[in-house]
């Protein structure tokens, strides 16, 4: 067990629709990053946040987007949903915004139909 | 950005055999990370060892920042070990960059 919280960990949605996705990061981390694994783009890293700011974007679709609570917990929101955005969606986190070692979630496996 | 290659890309091994897989960097890295993706997906953290060596049962790592390559050894392999194996790298103020991965099979 990493530490790190996901849920769900299954959704299963139509196109068109929104999502939200949570994370709870590591008892004392202040980073919280999203990572996007699909089977064709491998591992992309989306979004990171270091105690309630965004820190660095990656490849993150403006339909997305993410915020990081005061108790540091993180959501990511997913809307306009198209089969492309099938796929497994990773937290991670980390003590510091300069990424000493990173822990993950266990995913949330999202299926658009 | 930094660019990181796995090889090889896919292994497949009997049971109680050895393996080496090798993470190829383009750039100096301040972090590099080992993970296990088991069937299940779940990403395990194997070791963070952004330079020297570390040892963790039937794993070690070895990590050489100035020829910019990493090496996981697999000694003994079990069929529990299958899955796809990342090396992941923080180059500068950015965030952990992926390689494509190493799939492994061990059979019975």
């Known amino acids: 067990d990493s530490g790190v919280t996901q849920t769900p960990k299954h959704l299963i949605t139509a196109t068109g629709q929104r999502v939200t996705l949570r994370c709870s990061p590591r008892s004392g981390d202040l980073s919280v990053y999203w990572y996007q694994q699909s089977l064709d783009q491998g591992l992309q890293f989306l979004i990171q946040?270091?105690?309630?700011?965004?820190?660095a974007k990656g490849n993150i679709l403006e339909r997305f987007s993410a915020q990081q609570f005061p108790d540091l917990h993180s959501e990511l929101n997913l809307s306009s949903l198209e089969l492309g955005d099938s796929a497994l969606y990773f937290c991670a986190s980390s003590v510091t915004h300069a990424a000493g070692e990173l822990f993950f979630g266990e995913g949330s496996r999202l299926t658009v139909l | 950005g930094i660019q990181v290659e796995q090889s090889p890309p896919d292994l497949i091994l009997q049971e109680g055999a050895n393996s080496t897989l090798r993470c190829n960097f383009s750039?100096?890295?301040?972090?590099l990370q080992w993970f296990h993706q088991n069937p299940w997906g779940q990403l395990i953290n194997l070791f963070y060892?952004?330079?020297g060596t570390k040892q963790n049962g039937r794993l070690s790592a070895t990590t050489v920042a100035t020829e910019r390559y990493s090496l996981l050894y697999i000694s003994s392999s079990q069929t529990t070990d299958s899955g796809v194996y990342f090396c992941?790298?923080?180059?500068?103020?950015?965030?952990?960059?992926f390689g494509k991965g190493t799939m492994l099979l061990v059979s019975p």
């Open positions: 750039d100096s890295v301040n972090n």
């Open positions: 992941a790298v923080l180059s500068g103020y950015s965030t952990l960059t």
């Open positions: 946040y270091y105690n309630g700011e965004e820190r």
């Open positions: 060892i952004p330079s």
